[in-house]
Structure formats: structure tokens, C-alpha cells
């Protein structure tokens, strides 16, 4: 039998066969005939799209708070994805820290509930003598509805317009003027009527004059 070295010829083709047969067998069970696409699975476009609009619509909230409410929704998804989604989007990933809220989000979290007031004087003619009336007017920003009226509009449409003589005048004036408000004039921030009560399409047009057709407002009838 031939040596070469150590080893002999004979010992050295054995080990060879049987290192060989030991690869055959690892690679049968290493997997490798399932894993087509090795490495981190992509992340769906819809998962990529939940987090920005989480975090467009909580500017507040971190990427721990994203992924809960997301997998809440019952997609799989981690901290780690949730939070390299946001710095590749030019997000904040962890906003929690204290922070100046701009000026447009906190008009926006407390509209519902704001109220505008404007306080002016008007001049009344009684007996001859000029007396001033205060007048308090507060609105509602939401909906546009007066308890009286908004800032300057009744003076400029109606009080510039008619020489009052008594506080029952300035009364009737101002219910006048709230109901052409609120159920006849147009809001140019709503884009519609704050309640209408002249909703009809089809029937004839139809012009309400009030003060003596200081204010009109032209509706349809029901057909």
C-alpha cells in the first residue's frame, strides 16, 4: 500500500469520500431548496402607506405606538420595520418628547368649541338726543351661528343704513338680521346656508326682503 507523508494513499481517499458524503447530507437539510429569496422579506407597500398616514394623523406618535395600532389592525409588523419606515420618509421616529404645537393644530383640536365676539356701539335717535347702545355679539366658529351676530357684518349691512330711536328698534333689527343669518344667507366659510329652511329644487324662485329689502335672499320653492 502506498504512503505519502503520514498518511497513505488508501486513508487519504476515505476521508475524501466520507467528506463528501457529509456535504451531501448538510446540504439536504440546510434548506436551501426553499429559500429562493434570502434575506429580510420586503415590506408591502400597504404597510409602508398605514405608517406614514398613522403618523400624518398623530404627528405625536413614535414608531412603538404605530406598530401596536397597526398589528391591533392585524398586520404583522415590527418596531424596527415601523420605525425604519418613518426616517426613510423624512419622519421623526421618536417624537415623544415635549414639542411647540403650531399654531393651525391647536385651531384645528379646539374648533368645535371657539367662539368669536365683537363688541361695538350703536347710536340711537330718541327724542332728539343721540344715545349709545352696546351690543355683545358672539359666534360660533364652527357652524357660523350667532347668538347675535359676527364681527362688523350687521353694521355694515344693516346699522349704517337706518337711523334707530329706541333700544325695541335696535331688538327687532338684530332678531331680523339673525334670521336672514342663519336661515338665508350664504356662508362664504361653509359654502352653504347654516340652516336652511328653503331646500327645494324644482319649484319657483322666490325673494325674502327683510327691514324693508335691506336684506334679500332669493330660494326655490317645493315643488
Known sequence: MLSSGRFTFKERSEDTLLGCYRKLIAQKHDGSDNCRNPGRPRTSQEITDLVIQFKQENPHWGYTRIKDNIAYLGYKIGKTTAKNILLANGYDSEPDVPRKTTWKE???SHWSILAVCDFFSAELLIKGKLIRCMVLFPMDLSTRRVEILGVRSIKEECLNHLILSSEEQLRYVRSEYLEHD???RIHE???RII????EG??????CIERLGGLLRSRHRTAA
Do not use: S
Open 195 to 198: 340652516e336652511p329652511r328653503h
Open 189 to 191: 366659510g361653509l359654502n
Open 106 to 108: 391647536f385651531i384645528r
Open 182 to 184: 342663519h336661515h338665508e
Open 201 to 206: 329644487w324644482q319649484g319657483a324662485t322666490i
